[in-house]
């Protein structure tokens, strides 16, 4: 069996983050609440996952979440293409956010990672 990341990072509008750090704590988008459960993206799914949903928005940030402070919370589910991706049964509490910022790409177009 392999071994899942600790780490997973959800991409948030600037609305979203302000409610994540005025509230503490993030309840969902809309797409997250239509389907009961919080979206995130593995550090190699998270490029894919702004292109493909995120595409020509502006001022998105990215939030890392410990996955292991979250237990029984996260579930790992298939997806896009049949990859595993990290669902959050719950809100997302500020205090599982290791770090976070706004958006920012490398020169090869990749998203790159808050705190990083």
Do not use: N
Not at 48 to 55: L, P
Not at 67 to 83: F, I, N, P, T
Not at 88 to 113: E, M
């Amino acid at each position: 069996m392999t071994a899942h990341p600790a780490v997973a990072y959800k991409v948030l509008t600037a609305p979203q983050m302000a409610e994540l750090l005025d509230q503490g704590s993030f309840s969902g988008a809309q797409i997250d609440l239509a389907d009961g459960y919080i979206h995130l993206s593995t550090a190699a799914q998270l490029t894919e996952t702004v292109d493909k949903h995120f595409a020509g928005q502006c001022d998105l940030f990215v939030a890392a979440v410990d996955l292991v402070q979250l237990g029984d919370a996260v579930r790992w589910e298939e997806s896009r293409g049949g990859q595993l991706f990290p669902h959050i049964y719950s809100a997302l509490p500020l205090l599982a956010v290791t770090a976070h910022g706004a958006l920012q790409r490398g020169a090869d177009g990749a998203v790159l990672l808050p705190g990083a």
